[in-house]
Nanobody, 116 residues
Framework: QVQLVESGGGLVQPGGSLRLSCAAS????????MAWYRQAAGKQRELVAR???????NYADFAKGRFTISRDNAKKTVYLQMNSLKPEDTAVYYC??????????WGQGTQVTVSS
């Protein structure tokens, strides 16, 4: 059973930075795409960024130029570096792994609050 555990969330001032981490356990990591999603209060969950096994990345428009997703296959960990944070980035951030024919695995989420 795959388990994903996020860390690194917290309270940060506008313009600040945070680095989220997601450690995977219980299964193979390197062949699968990993992603970060977020869900703000009262809103639907939305994709932030995705990185596939070969390293190709894609980002939501709001994340381009500010967020960077990366992965360390040896550590079975995916990261999300978030810079120039805005109050509208406040949300619970979730780690995701998608396995074809099986579906999605999710972490428990980590709260990011951007406020002065």
């Amino acid at each position: 059973q795959v388990q994903l555990v996020e860390s690194g969330g917290g309270l940060v001032q506008p313009g600040g930075s945070l680095r989220l981490s997601c450690a995977a356990s219980g299964g193979i990591f390197s062949p699968y795409a990993m992603a970060w999603y977020r869900q703000a209060a009262g809103k639907q969950r939305e994709l932030v960024a995705r990185i596939v096994s070969g390293g190709s990345r894609n980002y939501a428009d709001f994340a381009k130029g500010r967020f960077t997703i990366s992965r360390d296959n040896a550590k079975k960990t995916v990261y999300l570096q978030m810079n120039s944070l805005k109050p509208e980035d406040t949300a619970v951030y979730y780690c995701n792994q998608f396995r074809p024919l099986i579906g999605d695995y999710w972490g428990q989420g980590t709260q990011v609050t951007v406020s002065s």
